[in-house]
């Protein structure tokens, strides 16, 4: 029963971050028009928020590429 719980706990805020993402977070695309490489560029909220979408599917942290 505490798994179920916990679940549930993480599944109401992966919906809540993901909300989240939706109406507050704009991250800008560029598109390279000479190859096929593009740049997204997010500000911190949108990193922090991102990390805890991840964290909350998946259950752990992963690195970002980040230059």
Not at 34 to 44: M, R, Y
Not at 46 to 64: H, M, W, Y
């Amino acid at each position: 029963m505490k798994n179920q719980n916990n679940d549930k706990t993480t599944q109401t805020d992966l919906n809540q971050l993901m909300h989240q993402v939706a109406t507050q977070h704009r991250p800008i695309r560029l598109h390279s028009s000479t190859d096929d490489a593009d740049v997204v560029l997010i500000s911190q909220a949108d990193l922090d928020t991102a990390q805890a979408v991840i964290k909350a599917s998946i259950g752990r942290n992963v690195p970002f590429l980040m230059a």
